[in-house]
């Protein structure tokens, strides 16, 4: 039994010492042959693995253009580092470029108030002022040849469009023997909250020696939506309802 296991032993030491002697080349070294043989199986081994993890990488890119689009994968690639990042599912924070999107405020605008405010909110004051008179006829009344002119207003006061009251001016014009004058005269009434319109008549008569003729009722001015009328607007008005005389006016609010 001895003599068949030595035999055994001898047979394994020969053939682990044969095998690579039988690739080595004639002349090369039996060592050197070995090492080589060993250096090609882990090179085999690394070009191996190499060419797997460059599948693996076409694996992800084309897993993540069937998923997103190929511009968000490079770009994410580029940025993170991987095609299978986490930032890239998120496409509620991140752009196909990669850019972190904004939250959009849903917030809804407040309605724009379309309510138009025409009467005052405030006491306002109304300035009346005469600027021109002129008398159109030889007899201004009673075989009278110069006129003595007496003029003032009335403003009627409306709120919600019903009447309210009716104020008068102070006399702005009061003059003897005249035919024609200019300058300028005013007087100021108060036009109280709450008016959204007003009515302006002018006042005309003559001066006799024994009574006050009116010689007319002007052309009157309607001036509607006083909450709308823009402060210190002078308005230059003409009244030539009358064939006797003819009047020039202005008037503004404030």
């Known amino acids: 039994m001895k003599t068949v296991f030595n035999l055994h032993k001898f047979a394994c030491t020969v053939c ?5 002697l039988l690739l080595a080349a004639c002349g090369e070294n039996p060592l050197e042959a070995e090492r080589d043989y060993h250096a090609s199986l882990k090179g085999g081994y690394s070009e191996s693995l190499s060419e797997l993890k460059e599948n693996l990488k076409d694996v992800d890119y084309y897993s993540c253009v069937q998923t997103y ?3 968000r994968c490079n770009n994410f ?3 993170f580092g991987s095609y299978d990042c986490k930032e890239i599912a998120e496409t509620d924070q991140y752009d196909d470029n990669g850019d972190i999107i904004i939250p959009r405020d849903t917030t809804p605008e407040p309605e724009e108030d379309t309510t138009v405010i025409n009467y005052l909110t405030k006491n306002k004051t109304l300035n009346i002022a005469i600027t021109h008179y002129e008398q159109l006829v030889d007899f201004i009344s009673e075989g009278d040849t110069l006129g003595d002119p007496e003029i003032k ?4 006061n409306y709120s919600d469009d019903e009447y309210v009251n009716t104020l008068t001016t102070y006399i702005l014009l009061d003059t003897m023997d005249v035919v024609k004058w200019d300058g300028k005269k005013s007087s100021a009434i108060a036009v109280p909250r709450g008016m959204n319109k007003i009515e302006v008549c002018p006042i005309v008569s003559d001066l006799n020696k024994t009574d006050d003729i009116l010689l007319s009722v002007g052309e009157c001015l309607v001036i509607e939506d006083l909450g709308l009328v823009e402060n210190r607007k002078v308005v230059a008005m003409k009244d030539t309802t009358s064939d006797k005389y003819m009047l020039e006016w202005e008037w503004f609010l404030y």
């Open 153 to 156: 207003f009335t403003v009627k």
């Open 16 to 20: 682990a010492v044969t095998v690579p």
């Open 69 to 71: 689009n190929e511009t």
């Open 77 to 79: 690639k580029e940025l």
